[in-house]
């Protein structure tokens, strides 16, 4: 049985920091491709980071990065978030997958999703 567990939403002001961390369990997945993507109201969900199964490889969306940085240590991945502005006001979710990558079709399993809320 995989599970993912996100912690470290809240709120913030423009400028501020966030660091999120999220767990997943289960033997399958733990050396797999990690992702986060997010949903702000009445948009589409998108693309923010993903970090490879040995952690060595990352890659991020061209709004989040040089701000966000993400890093892993085992099974738990953690998103460093810096410089916060209002529009990255959403909800964050982390998934695991085989495949990975930039698309919601690359990861089988998901969070149930953290808010972040950076207030100008």
């Known amino acids: 049985q995989v599970q993912l567990v996100e912690s470290g939403g809240g709120l913030v002001q423009a400028g501020g920091s966030l660091r999120l961390s999220c767990v997943v369990t289960?033997?399958?997945?733990?050396?797999?491709?990690m992702g986060w993507f997010r949903q702000a109201p009445g948009k589409e969900r998108e693309f923010v980071a993903t970090?490879?199964?040995?952690?060595?490889n990352t890659f991020y969306s061209d709004s989040v990065k040089g701000r966000f940085t993400i890093s892993r240590d085992k099974n738990t991945a953690y998103p460093q978030m810096n410089s916060l502005k209002p529009d990255d006001t959403a909800v964050y979710y982390c998934?695991?997958?085989?495949?990975?990558?930039?698309?919601?079709?690359?990861?089988?399993?998901w969070g149930q999703g953290t808010q972040v809320t950076v207030s100008s």
């Open positions: 998934a695991a997958g085989l495949i990975g990558g930039t698309v919601s079709n690359g990861y089988s399993y």
């Open positions: 289960g033997r399958t997945f733990m050396r797999s491709p």
């Open positions: 970090i490879s199964g040995n952690g060595m």
